[in-house]
């Protein structure tokens, strides 16, 4: 069990186009999930915390206007890299977890590349 | 916010040796967990443990959680071990250790 599916799992944009990023629990249900951003040879850094049904909250030095968070149900969180550039290229993960502070289940990632 | 410092950073080990990770807090976390990404990036968890003790084949895990810190060992080390192993507590606020990297070598 604790499932946590990704998509797409590669995608390559043009510079100034957006793009979204899936986050589904496939058999739990997640009032909490995380999207994190990984550059090359670095740790995870945590972007935001999605809650459902409510605003995500940021962490400091990202932009909420850039990377929009949508988690309308209990089971899709969303990701959208508005108007990408290609220092956003980077490898983006979710985690869920049925509730805060509970375990996380990690998503296999997206590799996003902006040309 | 809570600190966390992992050691060792870098860890080179001969096929079959044993090694020990540790995770240390600065203040005090409500849950922990261990997580390895392999080489192509996929992130597994090890153990969530917010204190004890937990055994899953060659891995387990100690957390002792008055002390703030928390020990990985893997034994009988494969080359399938390599990787980045790193820890994750919450308080109010999620937070990382900088994580190991390990080698394993034939």
């Known amino acids: 069990g604790a499932v946590v599916s990704q998509h797409p799992s590669r995608v390559i944009c043009k510079s100034g186009t957006s793009v979204k990023i899936e986050c589904r629990s496939l058999d739990f249900q997640a009032t909490t999930m995380f999207w994190y951003r990984q550059f090359p040879k670095q740790s995870l850094m945590l972007m935001a915390t999605s809650n459902e049904g409510s605003k995500a909250t940021y962490e400091q030095g990202v932009e909420k206007d850039k990377f929009l968070i949508n988690h309308a149900s209990l089971t899709l969180s969303t990701l959208t890299v508005t108007s990408a550039h290609p220092e956003d290229s980077s490898f983006y993960i979710c985690s869920a977890g049925q509730v805060w502070g509970d375990e996380q289940y990690f998503g296999p990632g997206t590799r996003l590349t902006v040309t | 916010g809570i600190q966390v410092e992992q050691s060792p950073p870098d860890l080179i080990l001969q096929e079959g040796a044993n090694s020990t990770l540790r995770c240390n807090f600065s203040?005090?976390?409500?849950?922990l967990q261990w997580f390895h990404q392999n080489p192509w990036g996929q992130l597994i968890n090890l153990f969530y443990?917010?204190?004890g003790t937990k055994q899953n084949g060659r891995l387990s895990a100690t957390t002792v959680a008055t002390e703030r810190y928390s020990l990985l060992y893997i034994s009988s080390s494969q080359t399938t071990d390599s990787g980045v192993y790193s820890c994750e507590g919450s308080a109010r606020q999620l937070t990382f250790g900088s994580g190991t990297q390990l080698t394993v070598l034939p």
């Open positions: 443990i917010p204190s």
């Open positions: 203040d005090s976390v409500n849950n």
